[in-house]
């Protein structure tokens, strides 16, 4: 004879009702609060960037200042043209901070085309520069001493390039070993100034300077490029972390599908740890965002993959907290069906009723007692699993007269029948081996404070449950 009797109720149709009218899914995004937020923390991220490269461009203004007149005048228009770029580019994503769309995204793609054709053209033309002056120096070749000023004057600047690039732009980022190599270039045409060969001399340090210089621009546009990519990437992870601040509290839907005033789900309380979690994600995306290490490439994926990832996950997060929430009623809903079965069929009273440990998320216990005979009744009701939409309903007897399997069978059939007759995919009732647990009476100690039952985390007075919160 058993007296722990378990009857499966498989509730997956009105599960997925209830997913359709709570729209949990649907993260809430059209919080002016939370537009304004990711508006402000954009631009702060943007200035953040841009002071950086206003700070990089100036030291290079100052380094331009300090080359000879020729040099000078060749890199004028160059360094004038790259601040230019960047003050464009930082205005367009200040002007798009909180909405960056694709049309914006063409739009920086195109002034970043318009900027390199240009810059390109006056690549060429300082080529062609760089031709007129050698010749002028093959005119000279009689003057020794000239050309051995003019090799020295093209050295010293094509080393205060290699500096301004060593100290100033992540070079090895793009271009890997680029300014090694030119500096050994810059050796040999020292050492062949120094034999006194200054017409090799001064056609490598020309040739190597020019080099320099074009990895100084390349870096520089490879660089705005990583900082507009960044700007997208801190942008979508500073929506993200927004959204999960904005789903923290959602609104309760009651059964006629309006939303109960005073009460809201807390998703923190209910997710059991899962918004917490995201919110950690999020929180280290953003960090790989904000790192100035993190490549173009990375930068893209976090915008592309990652960022639409974690929202998706949020609404994934948001959707089992609030189911796990009407779980929590259903189960209690449950236990009442029971209740009243049991009371018609063998006149047992309700008499006692709570969650394991006082935590609704938990499973929930109800006790029931036959008052002329004394016999007792636990209903023990959990989730067949973890998120499952099945409960698992235990009627476990506590009998002190001679009660036959027979009659257990027969409550057990008639808990069936009437759970049926609800409308609800009841199993048959299973027997299980063993002896119910006598502990498993004290229905009140779930409420006593004390390691038994600790205190349930997100409660607040004011509610009526842990994780409801009134409003």
């Known amino acids: ?63 331009v200042r300090g080359l000879s007149d020729r040099t000078r005048q060749l890199e004028a228009d160059t360094t004038r043209r790259l601040r230019e770029q960047a003050d464009r580019l930082h205005r367009t994503l200040d002007e798009a901070a909180g909405r960056l769309r694709e049309e ?16 390109a053209a006056e690549r060429a033309e300082r080529r062609a520069g760089m031709a007129r002056l050698s010749r002028d120096v093959d005119a000279m070749k009689e003057d020794r001493a000239r050309a051995g000023e003019i090799v020295r004057t093209w050295l010293a600047d094509a080393r205060t390039m290699a500096g301004l690039i060593a100290g100033t732009l992540p070079h090895e980022r793009y271009a890997p070993g680029e300014l090694d190599r030119l500096i050994a270039r810059l050796g040999t045409a020292e050492h062949n100034a120094a034999e ?30 990583r900082c ?24 309760v839907i009651g059964p006629d ?21 995201l919110r950690h994600e999020a929180a280290d995306a953003l960090a790989r965002a904000r790192d100035d290490a993190t490549g173009t490439a990375d930068l893209h994926e976090l915008r592309d993959q990652e960022a639409p990832r974690l929202e998706q996950d949020l609404g994934g997060t948001v959707e089992r907290a609030g189911m796990r929430h009407l779980a929590s009623q259903i189960r209690v809903n449950l236990a009442d069906a029971v209740a009243h079965s049991l009371g ?107 390691p038994a039952a600790p205190a349930s985390p997100g409660y607040r007075e004011e509610a009526p449950r842990p994780g409801t919160a009134a409003e």
Not at 3 to 21: F, L, M, P, T
Not at 37 to 42: C, F, I, K, L, P
Not at 272 to 277: C, F, P
């Open 344 to 450: 018609e069929y063998a006149y047992y009273d309700l008499v006692d009723g709570e969650y394991e440990n006082a935590d609704p998320r938990g499973r929930y216990y109800a006790r029931l007692r036959n008052e002329a005979g004394g016999n007792e009744i636990v209903v023990d009701i959990a989730q067949a699993g973890r998120d499952s939409e099945r409960c698992v309903v235990r009627v476990l007897s506590y009998d002190h007269d001679t009660t036959s399997e027979a009659d257990l069978r027969d409550r057990a059939e008639a808990i069936q029948q009437a759970l049926a007759a609800d409308g609800l995919r009841a199993s048959a009732p299973v027997s299980e081996p063993g002896a119910p647990d006598p502990g498993l009476l004290d229905v009140a100690r779930h409420r006593r404070p004390g």
């Open 104 to 119: 914006t995204r063409r739009r920086l793609a195109e002034q970043q085309e318009e900027a390199c054709r240009a810059l």
């Open 196 to 225: 006194g060969r200054f017409e090799a001399a001064l056609a490598l340090a020309q040739e190597t300077y020019h080099s320099l210089s074009e990895l100084r621009v390349d870096t520089e546009q490879r660089e705005l490029e």
């Open 1 to 63: 004879m058993s007296g722990r009797k378990r009857i499966q109720v498989d509730e997956s149709e009105w599960y997925r009702i209830q997913r359709k009218a709570q729209q949990f899914k649907d993260v809430q995004r059209n919080l002016p609060r939370l537009i304004e937020e990711v508006r402000a923390q954009t631009r702060a991220d943007v200035d953040r960037t841009f002071a950086g490269v206003r700070e990089r461009q100036q030291r290079h203004e100052e380094a």
């Open 257 to 277: 599908g309006e939303v109960l005033a005073g009460y809201a789900l807390d998703v923190g309380y209910w997710s059991e740890g899962e918004l917490d979690a």
């Open 228 to 251: 507009s990519a960044q700007k997208e990437a801190v942008e979508a992870l500073v929506r993200v972390e927004a959204l999960v601040r904005g789903n923290e509290q959602r609104p």
